[in-house]
């Protein structure tokens, strides 16, 4: 009865290869959130959809992009991987954005860029 | 811009001893604040969420306290067991995103 389901868990590109994470989630939800959390460190949101609304970080770089073509599945694109880029990659959901709605993350997918 | 501290970074205790885990921020124009569970190489667990009008939020074993003022939160675990090893992570909700702290590491020692 997974909730939030992200695939894959892990995944390895190289240098500069365009790489698509993939977030689905059964809660119905209306928001879809990506964060992203290097090694010991706050995980950072790097965007979210409400709805089919894009809504991007003012710092979130340009290489980074996401598509929600359906309530339940959200991707994030990395166009062009640096090894700066690896990370674990978070994928959250919500009833709605703010207003105290509880978040509930995925399992992650740890990226590594060789 | 919302900062969220977590000091220490790591703790260590033997079984049975209560945990205390602090967070503070620097904006408490905040919705509500909440604590997390993450274990190694997973996602994120909710475990209690405070809603900003609240004082404290309690389940099971665990309690957390907010003071919006002072701008800090404390989580307390009580008789501590060895499943609670795990990185805790604050996070407190302003606007319609989440302000994430880098977290508390726990070792409970048996």
């Known amino acids: 009865d997974a909730m939030v389901i992200q695939n894959p868990r892990y995944q390895v590109t190289q240098f500069g290869k365009p790489v698509t994470l993939s977030c689905s989630q059964t809660l119905n939800h209306n928001v879809m959130y990506w964060y992203q959390q290097k090694s010991s460190q706050a995980p950072k949101l790097l965007f979210h959809?409400?709805?089919?609304?894009?809504?991007n970080e003012a710092d979130t770089p340009d290489n980074f992009q996401s598509r929600r073509p359906n309530t339940s599945f959200c991707f994030l694109d990395i166009r062009s991987p640096g090894l700066g880029d690896a990370a674990m990659y978070l994928c959250?959901?919500?009833?709605?954005?703010?207003?105290?709605?509880?978040?509930?993350f995925g399992p992650g997918t740890r990226l590594l860029v060789l | 811009k919302q900062e969220v501290t977590q000091i220490p970074a790591a703790l260590s205790v033997p079984e049975g001893e209560n945990l205390v885990l602090n967070c503070s921020f620097t904006?408490?124009?905040?919705?509500?604040l909440q604590w997390f569970r993450q274990d190694p190489g997973k996602g994120l667990t909710s475990l209690l969420l405070?809603?900003?009008?609240?004082r404290e939020q309690t389940s099971g074993r665990l309690n957390a306290s907010l003071d919006k003022s002072s701008g800090r939160s404390t989580l307390y675990i009580a008789a501590s067991q060895p499943g609670d090893s795990a990185t805790y992570l604050c996070?407190?909700?302003?606007?319609?995103?989440?302000?994430f702290g880098a977290g508390t590491t726990v070792t409970v020692r048996a």
């Open positions: 904006d408490s124009a905040i919705y509500n």
């Open positions: 959250a959901t919500s009833r709605s954005p703010g207003w105290g709605e509880t978040q509930y």
């Open positions: 959809y409400y709805d089919k609304d894009f809504n």
């Open positions: 405070i809603q900003s009008s609240q």
């Open positions: 996070a407190v909700e302003g606007d319609y995103k989440l302000s």
